[in-house]
């Protein structure tokens, strides 16, 4: 059982930057495939950004695409989303996922993610 904790939500100009981490508690949280979703209102989970552990490849949506980056410090068992550009229609709960069976045809869809952490809310102000 992998339990993940996200920070670093907040609230933001549009234009801003907000760094999101994931904590995990499993030692062995580096030989996880990882994903970060978001969820606004009345809209469904969409996927934002994932890494794979086996490669290191990195996968963003487009819509974020050369604006966050995703890292890891398996060292802190610790997964990061660097959001630089913030623009409102980033505003959502943002959430962290672990698993360590998907593929690059999967990565993208919420349903193939075991572990969850509670969400934090980014919110960027106009």
């Known amino acids: 059982q992998v339990h993940l904790v996200e920070s670093g939500g907040g609230l933001v100009q549009a234009g801003g930057s907000l760094r999101l981490a994931c904590a995990a508690s499993e030692r062995t949280f580096g030989r996880y495939h990882v994903g970060w979703f978001r969820q606004a209102p009345g809209k469904e989970r969409e996927f934002v950004a994932a890494?794979?552990?086996?490669?290191?490849?990195?996968h963003y949506a487009d819509s974020v695409k050369g604006r966050f980056t995703i890292s890891r410090d398996n060292a802190k068992n610790t997964v990061y989303l660097q959001m630089n550009g913030l623009k409102p229609e980033d505003t959502a709960v943002y959430y962290c996922a672990a698993d360590s069976r998907i593929t690059i045809a999967t990565m993208t869809t919420a349903g193939t993610y075991d572990y969850w952490g509670q969400g934090t809310q980014v919110t960027v102000s106009s």
């Open positions: 890494l794979r552990w086996s490669d290191g490849s990195t």
